[in-house]
């Protein structure tokens, strides 16, 4: 052996390339520094070295979350055999033997990770991602013997109220192909609206879940916020995603809201610890006889006649069979619009396009591999994403750069008052009702569409208020009107889901007792 050989470690690749001279330039310049050149050289260096201590960063294991079924990759399915272009992909992924969900056909909104499965997100930016972890509902799904059949199609990178902006095919309307089934849960809704699954996961961020469920005639809980993880999901806003349970029938609803919600042990910042998760499908009773329902004014404010019709209709129907009635005003309703759509799009480009998925101040579990999926779908092909997320992109980027973000400051404020105005009126009522959208499901646009008819009109109405709450929503199908399906949407206090969904229950009865 050579004496005189120094000792050294073998080369390795650093985690972390340091910047060259031209870069240190380009930040210094963006940064708003002058700096001379011996300067950032200087700086170079100072940076580099503080870059090096990554090495044992890279090296440490990451927690991840557990996989615990086996399961194959599964398939696209063919146009021919994808009715309604509302499945992703299929899957066949059993769970365990028994549990409440034994028997139960799923599908999983394709923004909610499945092992081992494609994950796209509705975006060309995430074709080709494949998750190596199960998100929490996914495994308490499985953990509750429910059978994964698939993931559900959803609109691009869930950025829409219709259902065109798919990167695969726009989902159509069960009852009439040519127009939306809402979205962005678009292939929930309309798999379970055709009865090729029993019940489905969405996601809801501006009204996701409740805006397809009303179009495609089922039921859709968008429940309080917090009370079920979004481990594991894609986050448009931390202070907006909610994940919740879609089903043909409310007492399916409830059975997924039993699996699927509780506290995932400090994982999701969004939820409070210690809840207290009731056995919900023992809750459902038909008697209304000491239940009190809010009609709320100002949301039928510009309503279709024919759909208030339907959805008066339906309070007349709780009314007769004993409910206490009584007309409500929340006048900040009609602003909460404004609110709503200001931290959705503000706060949707910061996370999905500055912080790809996530922010500095979240305080859960990371999905790294996600992040790096997201950054390099945007690097490669921003151009690719739907013509919604681009106006999403313009709206954010002049705000940050123009006036810092600080509108969407004010309606982070703005929202705990319109939280403030609902649980006043909830003081005197057990839940609130109004049309879950105001007008029946509309077209899809034609080929060649312009930017302003791909506009969300469906946000345009009484759901992303909720969002911005956190109070449990859910959207019941009330009748029809001209073929298609109308919702009437039920609001309760935040963490009494069990209320909405024994209001909807006693509903459900009412109506298919005719």
């Known amino acids: 052996m050579a004496t005189n050989e120094?000792?050294?470690?073998?080369?390795?690749?650093?985690?972390?390339?340091?910047?060259?001279i031209g870069e240190m330039s380009d930040m210094a310049k963006a940064l708003g520094f002058n700096m001379s050149p011996e300067e950032l050289t200087e700086y170079q260096g100072v940076v580099s070295t503080f870059l090096a201590g990554y090495d044992r960063l890279e090296d440490l294991p990451e927690p991840q979350l557990p996989v615990k079924?086996?399961?194959?990759?599964?398939?696209?399915?063919?146009?021919?055999?994808?009715?309604?272009?509302?499945?992703?992909?299929?899957?066949?992924?059993?769970?365990?033997?028994?549990?409440?969900?034994?028997?139960?056909?799923?599908?999983?909104?394709?923004?909610?990770?499945?092992?081992?499965?494609?994950?796209?997100?509705?975006?060309?930016?995430?074709?080709?991602?494949?998750?190596?972890?199960?998100?929490?509902?996914?495994?308490?799904?499985?953990?509750?013997?429910?059978?994964?059949?698939?993931?559900?199609?959803?609109?691009?990178?869930?950025?829409?109220?219709?259902?065109?902006?798919?990167?695969?095919?726009?989902?159509?309307?069960?009852?009439?192909?040519?127009?939306?089934?809402?979205?962005?849960?678009?292939?929930?809704?309309?798999?379970?609206?055709?009865?090729?699954?029993?019940?489905?996961?969405?996601?809801?961020?501006?009204?996701?879940i409740r805006i397809p469920a009303s179009f495609c005639g089922i039921v859709g809980l968008k429940p309080t916020y917090g009370l079920v993880p979004y481990t594991g999901a894609v986050s448009l806003d931390q202070n907006l995603d909610h994940i919740g349970p879609m089903a043909?029938?409310?007492?399916?609803?409830?059975l997924l809201l039993e699996a699927i919600a509780g506290y995932d042990n400090g994982l999701d910042p969004r939820q409070p610890p210690n809840m207290d998760i009731p056995m919900y499908t023992t809750m459902l009773t038909?008697?209304?006889?000491?239940?009190?329902?809010?009609?709320?004014?100002?949301?039928?404010?510009?309503?279709?006649?024919?759909?208030?019709?339907?959805?008066?209709?339906?309070?007349?129907?709780?009314?007769?069979?004993?409910?206490?009635?009584?007309?409500?005003?929340?006048?900040?309703?009609?602003?909460?619009?404004?609110?709503?759509?200001v931290v959705l799009f503000e706060g949707g480009y910061e996370t999905m396009f500055r912080g790809f998925g996530f922010s500095s101040c979240f305080g859960g579990h990371y999905t790294t591999?996600?992040?790096?999926?997201?950054?390099?779908g945007f690097k490669d092909n921003p151009n690719d994403i739907s013509r919604p997320l681009k106006k999403l992109c313009f709206i954010g980027e002049h705000n940050r750069r123009q006036y810092h973000h600080r509108y969407y400051s004010k309606a982070r404020n703005l929202g705990r008052v319109l939280r403030q105005a609902y649980d006043e009126v909830l003081k005197s009522c057990d839940v609130f009702?109004?049309?879950?959208?105001?007008?029946?499901?509309?077209?899809?646009?034609?080929?060649?569409?312009?930017v302003a008819e791909m506009r969300n009109r469906a946000l345009n109405?009484?759901?992303?208020?909720?969002?911005?709450?956190g109070h449990p929503a859910l959207s019941i199908n009330s009748g029809f009107v001209d073929g298609l399906p109308v919702g009437m949407m039920i609001v309760g206090k935040r963490f009494d889901d069990a209320m909405v969904l024994r209001v909807a229950h006693a509903y459900e009865k009412l109506r298919d007792s005719v």
């Open 6 to 20: 120094v000792d050294s470690k073998p080369y390795r690749a650093p985690a972390v390339r340091s910047p060259s």
């Open 69 to 208: 079924y086996p399961r194959t990759p599964g398939y696209r399915p063919k146009l021919e055999d994808n009715p309604n272009n509302a499945w992703y992909w299929r899957t066949d992924i059993k769970g365990a033997l028994s549990g409440k969900l034994n028997g139960k056909r799923l599908g999983i909104k394709d923004s909610i990770a499945v092992a081992g499965v494609p994950m796209m997100d509705g975006s060309r930016l995430l074709e080709g991602y494949i998750p190596e972890y199960d998100a929490t509902v996914v495994t308490r799904i499985l953990d509750e013997g429910g059978h994964i059949i698939g993931k559900t199609a959803c609109e691009d990178l869930c950025f829409s109220g219709s259902s065109f902006t798919n990167a695969k095919h726009p989902v159509t309307n069960p009852y009439d192909t040519t127009r939306t089934s809402g979205g962005s849960s678009s292939g929930s809704a309309a798999l379970v609206a055709k009865g090729a699954i029993d019940m489905a996961l969405g996601g809801d961020q501006g009204g996701s």
């Open 248 to 254: 043909s029938n409310v007492y399916d609803c409830a």
């Open 286 to 341: 038909c008697d209304l006889s000491t239940i009190k329902i809010g009609i709320l004014k100002e949301g039928f404010e510009q309503c279709n006649t024919n759909v208030e019709a339907k959805i008066r209709h339906a309070i007349q129907m709780l009314q007769k069979e004993g409910a206490t009635v009584d007309e409500i005003s929340v006048p900040m309703h009609l602003d909460g619009l404004k609110i709503a759509s």
């Open 369 to 376: 591999s996600l992040q790096d999926a997201l950054a390099r």
């Open 433 to 450: 009702v109004m049309p879950t959208i105001k007008y029946t499901a509309p077209k899809l646009p034609k080929e060649g569409a312009g």
């Open 461 to 469: 109405s009484n759901v992303a208020q909720f969002n911005v709450t």
